[in-house]
Structures are given as structure tokens and as C-alpha cells.
């Protein structure tokens, strides 16, 4: 929940994965090599899937999110050693059942960690039925990142194949995953899980560290590297090898899980006296042929797809453009720290599509976007696919995108005729910084699918130095896609902002 402390989140994802137990523990160190990781990925594809599910410990199950939280490990691993990085871990709980072995390298060989049950306060909770033999549910970093050299957390594992984390000065908000499979289609979706993690100690002074993962499902194995190095902008590098069990219907690269719930005429409020409330407020795409894309994100009545077809993709994230508290007016939920995700592919993806989703909630403690690289063609069963990119968790947007963005979109109803919507696009940065305003600056508003502008026109605002672009659009019967840039002399300043219209009340 976004409220409690921040060893907890359920998500509508997470939440519906399923149980299982991690197998007898390792006697003894044996050497670890990550090639023979891949194998074993590749072995375990070929091997019949595991469907036991046995229960965890009825204390637990039973947790409601605020209970759950009162679980901390006081004691963490690594405390002891003269290195900067420090690990603490979660038992499973009602949305993280299924335990997971947990591992630690130390000088080229792997040695299982047993769950230590002293480590780690209950609060005001009464445990019952717990045993050593229980297993972890994750774990989570720290780093004397941003008071040194005090530690804190920076990244947690936690749920499935999720993983999130901040740079200095943020706090948790949208989530990576290290796969998706099948993620709003008719079949539903099938959720991947890290059934073993080690973590390879570091040696004194370094400043990043790697974690190695063993990921299981129905549908895909995998092997999986995270290079992780905290900072102003933490990043993650992630090496992938997965194998497909058998066909799926979409093969989600590097997906990103965020929550938008309403903003600026966007989304449903619900009577929420807050401006707004949103983890991330856009999806920010770079196209291989250089053209840059901004669709902000909203909180539709129906489940809701969109498809962007890219060729050699530069990058994609999920981004919190504005970072005033008074926009949000959150003391607690701090929205304006929430940290922005940018993922880079490491070497040529090829062609393939960014595809969104946007499903409808009426609550701020559920993720309802996901954002994910679809590949033009997926790998066949059991055969080795390999991926590699770089998932940079950040605050500072400023030298995201190298044009001029759209850094706020207002949506508003027309005060005569309600089937009229009001669209307002800002736009600043990059060449638009040093321009004067008299300049011969054109805006280009177009709408598709049968939807009719109005009206447009743009504004300079001399003391904020921005343009401001205001469109009267008329919906047509289905959904439409309506497109803005602007340009000098010919030249385009700006990215392109797009958004999905709906067709208004009525149909008509």
C-alpha cells in the first residue's frame, strides 16, 4: 500500500500470483557461474511445471497490508562487513506468498541463507506456526545513499519478478518487472516468479553490486542478471536468457507497472480533494528514427490498449513530469518524489511495439498502468532468447528528452456544449528555452478518426517561458488520436504529444 511503510505494496498484479515452497537447503557452498544458470533455465523449460501449491502459515495469510508492515527485519545481513551495502528480507504475506530460496556468492561460490526468525520484530502481532523452514519472500538494499554514512533503503525485490527502487532523494513509485506474459487479454495473465535469488557480496568500497535470479512459470524460465549501482539516478542493468515453455499470446520485455488514479481533467476523482494523485503522469517513448513521443497517461471507465509500432526503439518510460508539492498536496504520499523510469535497450531490439495499458480504479493503493516492449517476433518454445537494457529510476526529468516537451495536459469539458472537450498542451524545454516569444513558433493540432477541430490556438507565457497550445475538438463515434507538435521555419521543436480520445456521452 502506498501509504504504509515501504517494504509494502500490493499490486493488482503481484497480488493474484500463486504459492509454492522453496525446495531443501544447500548443505554447503558450491561454485556459482551464471552460463550454468542459463542451463538450468533452459533445463527447467523442458521439464514438467511444477503446479503444488501448499499454503504458508495461517499468521500470515491472514495479514491485512497495515499488519503485514509491522514485519521488519531489525537485523540486516552484511551489517558486520566493511562493505556499503546492506540486505534485509520479507517473510511471505497475504499478496507475497510464495517463498523463495535466497542465496549469497562470496568469492565465486554460493551458500544458501536460512531464514533467520530472530531477525525480525512483529510489532503488536502475535506470530504463530512459524519455522525456519519457511523461506523469504524477497528482500531489499541499502546504502548510505542519501545521508551518508547512514544506510537506506534503495531497492526491493519483492512479488513475482517485480523489483523497484529510488535515487537519492526519491521514494517508491512505479515498478519494474523482469517479465510479463499475457497482461489484459482474454486468457489472463500468467505471472512469472524468481523461485531462487543470490546476491553476490560485494567487496569493501564498491559502489554497486549483483544479483542473480532463477525464474519460473507456466509459461517461461529464465535466467536473469541485475547489475545495480545506487546514485542521484539509481540504474539496473539487466541480462536476460528466457525460455518459453510453450506459445503465448504477447511477450512483455521489460515491463513497467506505475498508478494513475486523476490529475488535471483526467481520470475519475471520485470526490479526492487532492489536485491530483498519480505515481506517473505520462508514457514517454524515443522512437530508433528519432522522434520522440509523450502520451499522458489516464485512469479510463473500460480497460484500455494502445499499441505504438517502433523500429530500433531508444528507450521508453513511465514519467512524473511535475515535482511541486503543490500540485499534489499529498504530506504523506509525497507524489512529487515519486521516481521516474526510463528504460534503454542494450544493443538492437529491432522492430516491434511499446504497448500500453490503462485499467480503470477508483484506488490510489493499486498500480492500474503497465507499459512493456512487445518484440516483432517472439522465440519459440524452448529455445534460448536473449535481451539485455538498462532500467534508470530517477528525479531530475530535465535532460530526459533533448526537445522541447509537454509537461502538462489539461483536459476540460466545453461550458456550452459538454460533448466539446477542452484540450491544453504546455510545452517547454530543449530549443524552447532560449526562444523568444515574437518568434513565428507554429503549432500543428491534428485529430484522426472522425474527431473535428474546432478551434486552436497558441499562447506565450512571457514570465514562465513557455507555449501553450488550446484546441476545441469535437469526438467522433470511436476513439481518437489526436497529435501535437510545434515547429520554426519548418523545424520540429517538440516532441510529438499524443492521446486517445473518446468518443463523448451518447455516442455523438
Partial sequence: MKNCPSNFRPCIFAAAAALTLSGAAQASAETFHFSALEKRAGHLAREPYDVQMPRIPAFLEHLNPAQYAEIQDVDPYWSTSRGNFRVQFYLPGRFFPRPEKISEIVDGRARLIPLRLQDFTFGSLHPQGLSKNLGYAGFRLLYPLDNPPHHNEFISFLGGTYFRAVGQGGIYGTSARGIGIDTAQPSGEIFPYFRHVWLQKPAPGKN??????????????????????????????????????????????????????????????????????????????????GEWISRPLNNPLFTQTTTYGMDHPEGFGLVQQNRHFSAYQGITTQYQRRTSVWVQPDGDWGKGQVRLVELPTNNPNMDNIVAFWVPAQAPRPRTAFHFSY?????????????????????????????????????????????????????????????????????????????????????????????????????QVLTDTWTYLLHPAQGGH
Fill in 208 to 289: 554497486g553490486m549483483t544479483v542473480y535470479a532463477l525464474m519460473d512459470s507456466s509459461a517461461v524460465t529464465g535466467a536473469y542478471r541485475f547489475d545495480i549501482v545506487p546514485g542521484k539516478s539509481t540504474t539496473v542493468h539487466v541480462r536476460a536468457t528466457i525460455f518459453l515453455r510453450k506459445p503465448v499470446r504477447v511477450l512483455e520485455l521489460a515491463p513497467l507497472t506505475s498508478m494513475f488514479w486523476h490529475g488535471q481533467g483526467r481520470g475519475v476523482d471520485a470526490g479526492d480533494w487532492h489536485p491530483a494523485q498519480h505515481d506517473s503522469s505520462e508514457l514517454v517513448m524515443a522512437n530508433g528514427n
Fill in 390 to 490: 538498462t532500467v534508470r529510476f530517477f528525479l531530475d526529468n530535465a535532460r530526459l528528452v533533448p526537445l522541447g516537451h509537454p509537461q502538462a495536459t489539461f483536459l476540460g469539458y466545453d461550458t456550452h456544449n459538454p460533448d466539446i472537450r477542452t484540450v491544453v498542451i504546455d510545452f517547454r524545454g530543449g530549443a524552447l528555452t532560449r526562444l523568444p516569444g515574437e518568434m513565428p513558433v507554429a503549432e500543428h493540432f491534428t485529430a484522426a478518426n472522425g474527431a473535428r477541430v474546432l478551434s486552436r490556438k497558441l499562447e506565450w507565457d512571457a514570465e514562465h517561458h513557455f507555449w501553450r497550445v488550446i484546441a476545441r475538438v469535437e469526438p467522433g463515434k470511436a476513439p481518437s488520436n489526436l497529435r501535437c507538435y510545434l515547429s520554426l521555419h519548418g
